[in-house]
C-alpha cells in the first residue's frame, strides 16, 4: 500500500490530504451507508465495500494513531444504519398521532403523515367539515377507534419512475394506513409540539398571499411548494439548472447570518449577542423546514464554525465538512438515500477541492462534478446552467430573496404591500418561463446507471484535484468526454429494439424502438378518469414521460390510438403538450369524436393525422404496422378499437386495444392470423379473448395490463383459466410493473420485468 502510494502521481502531503482525517473518516461512513442501505446487487456490494476499504486504508496509512477512532466511528454508523433498516412491528389499534401542518385536506379527502407508536406512517382517508374544523382547532390530534387496511408503500414498478418507496425511506416510513372510519381525539399541547403549530400558522400566513408572492414565501422559510399550480415554474428552474435556489442550503444560510449580523450592528449588539440570535435563527428554521438536508448541512458548519472559534481550533475546510457530515449522520444516518442530500454534500465537497479555481472555473468544474447524479436521478441536464445561474443567482440574492422576506415581515401589518410584490414574483416568474420554454441547452441525455456514475464522479474528482499544468489532466479531460460521448451515443443509438409494456395502472400503453437508428412509437397513452371537482395531474407525468426520458426519447415518430377510452388516450393531451409527435394513427370516424377533437386541437399544425382502416399499412425503413381491424368507421368505441400487427426479430406482434369478442370473430373470418406475441385484449376481462381467436393465433405468451386492485376485477379468472386450458403463459403488468421484449439485430430475444417485489 505504501509503494502504491509513493508512487502515485497525486501529492498526498498536498494542504488538503494532510490534515483530512476527519474528511476521510466522513467518506468512509457514506461509504458505509451506502453499502448497508442501497445495495441491491452483488457488484453493487463489492464497488461499495471496495471504497469503503480504500478510506479505511488510507486513514489507517496517514493516521495509525487513530485507528480506535476509525473503528468506533464507522462500529457507531454502522450500528445505527442496521438499527434504522429495522422497524418495530405495526401495531393497528394504537391512537395515530397527526398533526395539522402533516396533513392536506382536498375534496372531503385527507392525506399526510402520522405515527403509531414509534412508527412513521402515511394515513389518508375520508375527511368531513367536522374533521377539518377540529384538526385546525386543536393542531394535534389522535385518530382512535379506527378500521384501517395496511399497506407497504409501493416501489417504482416502471424505469425512470420516482421512487416512493426510497423516498419514504429516507423519512423512516414503511407503511400507508388507509382509513375506512375513526373517531378524533384532541392531544394535550407537548413543547415539540409547537413547533407543528407554528408551521400551520406560517402555511394559513401564506395561503393568505397571491400565487407567486405565497409560492417563495413558503419554498424560503417551509422548504415546501404550497401549490400544484406552481408546476410549471418549478420545471422552469429544474430544466435552467438552477433549482438549487428554491432549496435552503448554504447560500441561505449565509444571506441569513449577513442579514442578522446587519441588524446586530446596526443595533450595536455584541458579537456574542449576534451569535446566540444566529444560532437561534438557524435552529428555529432547521424545525420549520422539516430538516431540510442542505439546510441543516449548512447550519452544522456555522455551528461548528462557532465552536472552533471559540475554543480557537484550527481545523481545516475539508475537516470541518467531515466532521459535519460525521454530525448528520448521528442524527441521520439514512441521509444519503435522499439525492437532495447526495446533491448538496457533493457541491461542498466540490467548493473544498476547487477553493484555488477562478469563479468561472469553479462554476464548470461544480457543474462536471454533480452531472453524475443529475443525469442518474433526473435524465436531462442543461449545458447553459453556468450562464443561467450568473444571470439568475443576482436577480435571485438581491431582488427575490430580500423582498420575500420583507413581505413576510410586513403582510401582517401592511397586506397591502403584495400589490408591489406579486407583479415583480410574477414578472420574474413568466421570464424564467420564457426562457425555460425556449430549452436552449436543454439535453435530453438519458439514464446513466449507478456504475457509470460512480466512474464519471471519481474522474472528474481526479481531473479537480490534480496539480495544473500536468499531463494527466488532458488523459482525464479524454476520458470525461469519450465517456460521455460513448454513453450518449450507446442510449440513443442502441444495440438492441424493445417492445416495452409500461405499467400505466388500468390502462394500456406499449413503447415500441428499434436499434441503431432509433425510431419510435407509442400505442396508446393510459390515463384515467377524474372522478373529483380537481382535475388531478396526468399520470403520464409521473411515469410515462420520465420512462422515455430515462431512454433519451424526447419525441416520438409516431402514436397510434386504439380507441377513445380514458384509461387509452386521457392522457394525450398532455403527451402532446409535452413531447413533439410526427404522425397520430387512428381508427377513422375518431376525429367525428368532440372529447377527441378537444384533446388535439391545440397541436393540428405540429402533428400529421392518419386515419385508418382494416387493410392499410403503416410502411416505414425498419417497421411495417399491418391494420386489421376496424373494417368501418367508427367514433372510437370499444368495437372499434383499432388493432395492429407487425413483425420485429421474425416475431409476429398483435394488439387489439379493448377489442371485444365479435371483434376477433371478424379477424378470423378476414385473417389467417397466427402470432407469437399478443397483447391480451380489454385488460384481460371476460368478454376478451375468446378461446377460438387465442387457438387460431396460438401465441408463445400473451402481455396483459391492468392495474393492481382495480374495481373491474382485471383479469377475470374465467380469462385465466382460458390460457391455462390452452396452455399459453402470459406476464401482466400489475404482478410485473414495466414489462420489456429486447431483441438485438442478431434477432435473439430477452423478456425482463421491471417489478422485483419489495426492495429493502
Not at 308 to 315: A, G, H, Q
Not at 439 to 453: C, E, R, Y
Request: glycine content about 6%; charged content about 20%.
Amino acid at each position: 500500500m505504501k509503494k502504491l502510494l509513493k508512487s502515485s502521481k497525486i501529492s498526498w502531503h498536498s494542504s488538503f490530504y494532510a490534515t483530512g482525517f476527519y474528511l476521510l473518516l466522513g467518506l468512509g461512513c457514506i461509504s458505509a451507508t451506502f453499502l448497508i442501505l442501497q445495495t441491491t446487487h452483488l457488484i453493487q456490494g463489492i464497488v461499495a465495500t471496495l471504497f469503503l476499504i480504500i478510506f479505511c486504508l488510507l486513514l489507517i496509512y496517514k493516521f495509525p494513531q487513530y485507528w480506535h477512532l476509525v473503528a468506533i466511528f464507522l462500529g457507531v454508523i454502522i450500528t445505527l444504519c442496521f438499527i434504522n433498516q429495522r422497524t418495530s412491528e405495526l401495531e393497528i389499534g394504537e391512537p395515530i398521532l397527526i398533526y395539522s401542518d402533516q396533513v392536506k385536506v382536498s375534496d372531503n379527502f385527507f392525506y399526510g403523515e402520522g405515527k403509531i407508536g414509534k412508527n412513521k406512517v402515511l394515513v389518508n382517508g375520508s375527511a368531513n367539515k367536522s374533521f377539518e374544523k377540529e384538526l385546525n382547532k386543536y393542531h394535534v390530534v389522535y385518530l382512535v377507534n379506527y378500521k384501517a387496511k395496511v399497506e407497504t408503500i409501493m416501489p417504482a414498478t416502471n424505469p425512470g419512475e420516482f421512487d416512493y418507496q426510497k423516498y419514504y425511506r429516507s423519512k423512516k416510513i414503511r407503511e400507508r394506513v388507509k382509513l375506512e372510519s375513526y373517531q378524533i381525539y384532541p392531544k394535550q399541547i407537548a413543547v415539540f409540539d409547537w413547533v407543528h403549530m407554528l408551521r400551520k400558522f406560517l402555511m394559513n400566513y401564506f395561503e393568505k398571499m397571491p400565487q407567486y408572492t405565497r409560492f417563495f414565501a413558503s419554498e424560503m422559510v417551509l422548504a415546501q411548494n404550497p401549490s400544484t399550480d406552481n408546476k410549471v415554474l418549478l420545471n422552469s428552474y429544474r430544466d435552467l439548472g438552477i433549482i438549487h435556489l428554491l432549496s435552503i442550503s448554504g447560500l441561505h444560510v449565509s444571506l441569513y447570518i449577513l442579514g442578522i449580523t446587519w441588524l446586530g450592528t446596526v443595533m450595536k449588539r455584541t458579537e456574542e449577542e449576534v451569535t446566540i440570535l444566529c444560532v437561534t435563527f438557524l435552529v428555529i428554521e432547521i424545525l420549520l423546514s422539516n430538516f431540510q438536508a442542505g439546510f441543516v448541512r449548512a447550519s452544522l458548519s456555522y455551528f461548528w464554525g462557532v465552536f472552533f472559534k471559540r475554543k480557537k481550533i484550527m481545523v481545516s475546510s475539508g475537516d470541518k465538512l467531515g466532521i459535519v457530515v460525521l454530525t448528520h449522520l448521528l442524527f441521520n444516518p439514512l441521509l444519503f438515500l435522499s439525492s437532495g442530500a447526495i446533491l448538496s454534500y457533493l457541491l461542498v465537497f466540490g467548493l473544498e477541492i476547487s477553493k484555488d479555481f477562478k469563479k468561472i472555473r469553479q462554476n464548470f468544474a461544480l457543474n462536471l462534478l454533480i452531472t453524475p447524479i443529475l443525469l442518474h436521478n433526473f435524465y436531462r441536464i442543461n449545458f447553459l446552467t453556468v450562464i443561467y445561474n450568473f444571470l439568475i443567482v443576482p436577480i435571485f440574492n438581491f431582488i427575490l430573496l430580500p423582498l420575500t422576506f420583507i413581505v413576510i415581515f410586513l403582510f401582517w401589518c401592511l397586506p397591502a404591500i403584495v400589490k408591489l410584490s406579486e407583479p415583480i414574483f410574477k414578472g420574474l416568474a413568466d421570464l424564467t418561463n420564457f426562457i425555460a420554454d425556449k430549452q436552449l441547452g436543454l439535453v435530453t441525455f438519458g439514464q446513466i446507471n449507478w456504475l457509470q456514475t460512480i466512474f464519471l464522479l471519481v474522474v472528474t474528482v481526479f481531473l479537480i484535484i490534480l496539480p495544473k499544468h500536468k499531463i494527466q489532466k488532458l488523459k482525464l479531460r479524454s476520458i470525461i468526454v469519450g465517456a460521455y460521448v460513448s454513453i450518449f451515443c450507446l442510449i440513443h443509438f442502441p444495440l438492441k429494439g424493445q417492445v416495452s409494456f409500461i405499467d400505466v395502472g388500468q390502462g394500456d400503453s406499449i413503447l415500441i424502438t428499434t436499434p441503431l437508428n432509433r425510431k419510435t412509437y407509442l400505442i396508446d397513452t393510459g390515463g384515467k378518469l377524474n372522478f373529483g371537482k380537481k382535475k388531478s395531474e396526468p399520470q403520464l407525468n409521473r411515469i410515462t414521460i420520465p420512462f422515455l426520458y430515462a431512454q433519451g426519447i424526447d419525441h416520438l415518430d409516431g402514436v397510434f390510438l386504439s380507441h377513445q377510452d380514458a384509461d387509452h388516450i386521457g392522457d394525450l393531451k398532455a403527451l402532446l403538450d409535452q413531447i413533439p409527435v410526427k404522425k397520430l394513427y387512428f381508427s377513422k370516424g375518431l376525429t367525428d369524436n368532440q372529447s377527441f377533437r378537444r384533446k388535439i386541437n391545440v397541436h393540428l399544425k405540429y402533428v400529421q393525422l392518419v386515419p385508418l382502416l382494416a387493410g392499410d399499412k403503416v410502411k416505414t425503413k425498419d417497421l411495417n404496422f399491418d391494420v386489421v381491424y376496424p373494417f368501418k368507421p367508427g367514433l372510437g368505441k370499444n368495437e372499434d378499437s383499432l388493432s395492429l400487427t407487425f413483425k420485429l426479430a421474425n416475431k409476429r406482434w398483435l394488439f387489439s386495444g379493448d377489442l371485444g369478442r365479435e371483434g376477433e370473430k371478424e379477424i378470423l373470418n378476414h385473417y389467417n392470423l397466427q402470432v407469437d406475441y399478443f397483447k391480451l385484449g380489454h385488460h384481460g376481462s371476460k368478454t376478451s379473448s375468446d378461446p377460438d381467436f387465442l387457438k387460431q393465433l396460438n401465441p408463445q405468451l400473451v402481455f396483459i395490463s391492468s392495474g393492481r386492485n382495480n374495481r373491474f376485477g382485471h383479469p377475470h379468472q374465467e380469462t385465466l383459466k382460458t390460457l391455462k386450458d390452452l396452455s399459453i403463459p402470459y406476464l401482466n403488468t400489475q404482478d410485473s410493473g414495466t414489462i420489456t421484449w429486447n431483441y438485438s439485430l442478431f434477432n435473439s430475444e430477452t423478456i425482463t420485468t421491471f417489478y422485483k417485489g419489495n426492495t429493502k
